[in-house]
């Protein structure tokens, strides 16, 4: 597989130059303005014209008078913006779930060009994994008649957290037979190019910074509520791994030492409350069928008095799980995601309640410069593959 030149002139800019700062900065915030890559990247305007002349006429940069987001233009003169060239590259992201394999193919500008997905059988193998996404990824490329040479990298969110020493997946406790892997290394062996592997509700936490609730805020926690729960924590714009990759799997906070068994091995952890595996298997019961997470929100929406009080129990124990998490980080965000937050305020309010029940840092203490908000994810708990994309964009112009 070749490269392409401004592909590797991407990766070329020496690190921590005005270039490739800019770059990075376009990387990670799509179009801005000259005065907004001043104020992010704290250089002087002038030093960003230089820059900026020079990344131009190597057609690195290109400029467009598209109205910059969230800032007026000014009376009938739009803002000039600032965007990496789209045919400097493309990004992969790569979701590989629980039972499905999901591949979004984006630009150097954010824009995604597609959006694909492959049913999986529950505990497919990785060799499995890296066949069928490498499958989608070909076919996204042939249906743009996009060149894969222009791929800059692929990003892959897995189920599990992943260890930052060897990169090998820890303890995958939803799909057990894939700890030990080094599942970047097995991608990267087929498609020959840089490859970033990251825990799935890290991944969502990234897409949540990069353009859902939680842009502009650099110090957030991120919830996953789902079948199981996971987490995140992002610090001053960067995710914190922690020793072993664990940070953030606030599922396997102990509620109960005296509750059940866990598939980690402990008893009484926060996701066998506040994740829906449990409640959802017993209704599915109830019911002679199989009901999914959709199915309950659905219902709990045209006022189905059972599926209410199963999003509202969870919800409850849930906030409990967020006061001890807030806690020890005293977050000025949490933003909750995972399919369980499309249930929006059905979710959130009995959740807020209960945060505000279990928590030093109120939502509506006495200062509002400290509380603590909760909102939905901006991606009906979908974020995942889209922040793997991000992963891909945060690396740009740093060496790779
Ligand atoms: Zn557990």
Request: glycine share 12%.
């Amino acid at each position: 597989m070749r490269h392409s030149p401004l592909t590797a002139l991407l990766y070329k800019q020496p690190e921590g130059t005005p270039a490739a700062r800019i770059v990075q900065t376009l990387g990670e915030h799509g179009a801005l303005s000259a005065t907004q890559l001043a104020r992010i990247t704290g250089l002087a305007k002038s030093t960003i014209s230089t820059a900026l002349a020079s990344l131009k006429d190597s057609n690195m940069v290109i400029e467009g008078a598209w109205a910059v987001r969230g800032k007026s233009p000014g009376a009938g003169r739009p803002a000039i913006t600032i965007t990496l060239n789209p045919e400097v590259g493309t990004c992969v992201g790569v979701l590989l779930g629980v039972e499905h394999i999901q591949v979004i193919l984006a630009d150097v500008t954010h824009a995604v060009i597609s959006d694909a997905s492959t049913a999986m059988n529950s505990d497919y193998t990785p060799r499995e994994a890296v066949a069928v996404a490498s499958k989608l990824i070909e076919q996204a490329y042939k249906s743009y008649g996009l060149s894969t040479d222009t791929m800059l990298g692929v990003g892959i969110a897995v189920a599990g957290p992943i260890n930052p020493r060897d990169g090998k997946i820890l303890r995958a406790s939803g799909v057990p037979t894939w700890a030990g892997v080094n599942i970047a290394e097995e991608f990267k062996r087929v498609l020959r190019r840089p490859v970033i592997a990251e825990n799935e509700s890290n991944c969502s936490a990234i897409a949540e910074l990069m353009w859902g609730v939680a842009k502009g805020c650099d110090d957030f926690v991120f919830l996953t509520m789902d079948m199981a729960v996971g987490g995140a924590v992002v610090l001053r714009g960067q995710l914190v791994s922690g020793n072993a990759g664990a940070a953030g799997e606030f599922g396997h906070i102990c509620i109960d030492p005296n509750g059940p068994q866990c598939r980690c091995g402990k008893r009484g952890c926060l996701e066998l409350y506040a994740g829906l595996e449990r409640p959802l298997s017993r209704y599915s019961s109830a019911q002679g069928g199989p009901v999914t997470i959709e199915d309950v929100i659905s219902r709990a929406v045209e006022g189905d008095d059972v599926c209410r009080a199963m999003i509202r129990d969870t919800a409850h124990v849930a906030g409990r799980g967020l006061g001890i998490v807030t806690s020890i980080l005293d977050p000025g965000l949490v933003v909750v995601g995972g399919r369980l937050a499309m249930a929006g305020d059905l979710l959130l309010a009995p959740l807020r309640t209960s945060f505000e029940t279990h928590s030093l840092v109120r939502q509506s203490g006495p200062n509002p410069d400290t509380d603590t908000q909760i909102r939905g994810s901006a991606f009906s708990g979908r974020g995942a593959c889209l922040g793997a994309v991000g992963l891909v964009l945060r690396s740009c112009g740093r060496s790779g």
